[in-house]
């Protein structure tokens, strides 16, 4: 498989890379960090981003169990804790906005487990990943390329 | 009793801008590179059509506003969300944008159909066609930090954030 195209404007890439880089940075948690963009990369189909993000969470240190469970965590029992449980349910309301709007539950939820400052930068990841996902999957960039 | 009074504003759920200033800042940067090189109409079309899809009402006040600032017509905003019962109001290159806009917003449900990324790469040279795709992509993000943080519509001055 070859990409659509690789084009992407030099400045797109490098403002976006910094607003991950700074959401990364105000979460302060690189596993959960890790368990986000891979949910939410599930739930866009982008293998580029899976391949990624999955090697980058083994890289830190997060288990297999996991990343095996991480497709069905609502079903996963305790392999997820309260506070990944309620930061994944926001990656999904975020990242599925076309069926509705992020609803109270969930963003109270959240805001249990996460000052507004966390918080905010915990939206951005979630919205950094989307717009990521977005650009590789559109441009069908093959999982691993060097080239993106 | 039936009342005609509107019913009352809400409040913001987060000030993201204020916990996330950094963040905000580089969103800004981003916004720009991304629309760089693009006709604002169409842009502005492109950021109507994906914050319909993903219901946010912030972003919808700010780019219609911005739309009509750019000389954009009320009959071509009000057809926007039924583009494809409506394509004589738009070009085929705006077509081809619409398409590529609901494709590469509803990617939950499947991925970008080859015949919806030839068609806009037939009407867009590659460069233009890469800003397309940055601009689809971060009008996405804004449209998921407003809903989010459920951001108040209705007091977006065009120009306001330039």
């Not at chain 2, 590469?104 to 499947?110: E, K, M, Q, Y």
């Not at chain 2, 940055?134 to 459920?150: E, K, L």
Request: proline share 3%.
């Amino acid at each position: 498989m070859t990409a659509r195209t690789t084009r992407l404007d030099a400045g797109v890439r490098t403002t976006l890379q910094a607003v991950g880089a700074a959401a990364r940075r105000g979460l302060d948690d690189p596993a959960l960090a890790e368990l986000v963009q891979i949910r939410a990369s599930q739930l866009n189909h982008c293998a580029f981003c899976l391949d990624m993000h999955l090697a980058g969470a083994r890289r830190i240190g997060v288990s297999e169990r996991q990343l095996d469970l991480l497709n069905t965590w609502e079903e996963a029992g305790e392999a997820f804790d309260e506070r990944e449980r309620a930061a994944l349910a926001l990656t999904e309301a975020v990242t599925v906005l076309t069926d509705g709007f992020a609803p109270d539950e969930v963003y109270e939820q959240a805001a249990k487990h996460f000052d507004e400052t966390r918080i905010a930068h915990l939206i951005a990841l979630i919205t950094t990943i989307n717009s990521w996902n977005r650009l590789m999957v559109a441009r069908r960039i093959p999982p691993g390329s060097a080239e993106w | 009793m039936t009342t005609h009074e509107y019913a009352r504003e809400h409040t913001p759920r987060l000030q993201w801008a204020k916990y996330a200033p950094q963040v905000y800042k580089t969103m800004v940067r981003l916004d720009a590179a991304a629309g760089e090189g693009l006709d604002p109409k169409l842009r502005e079309l492109v950021r109507i059509r994906a914050s319909q899809l993903n219901h946010c009402a912030f972003c919808l006040d700010m780019h219609t506003k911005d739309a009509l600032a750019a000389g954009e017509s009320v009959e071509r905003i009000i057809q926007l969300s039924a583009w494809e019962e409506s394509r004589h109001f738009y070009t085929e290159k705006e077509v081809a944008a619409l398409e590529l806009t609901d494709a590469v917003t509803v990617l939950t449900d499947g991925f970008v159909p080859d015949e919806v990324y030839e068609q806009a790469a037939e009407q867009f040279d590659e460069a233009e066609l890469a800003q397309l795709i940055a601009v689809i992509a971060v009008i996405n993000a804004w449209n998921r930090f407003g809903v989010t943080t459920r951001a108040v519509p209705g007091h977006y001055q065009p120009g306001q954030y330039s």
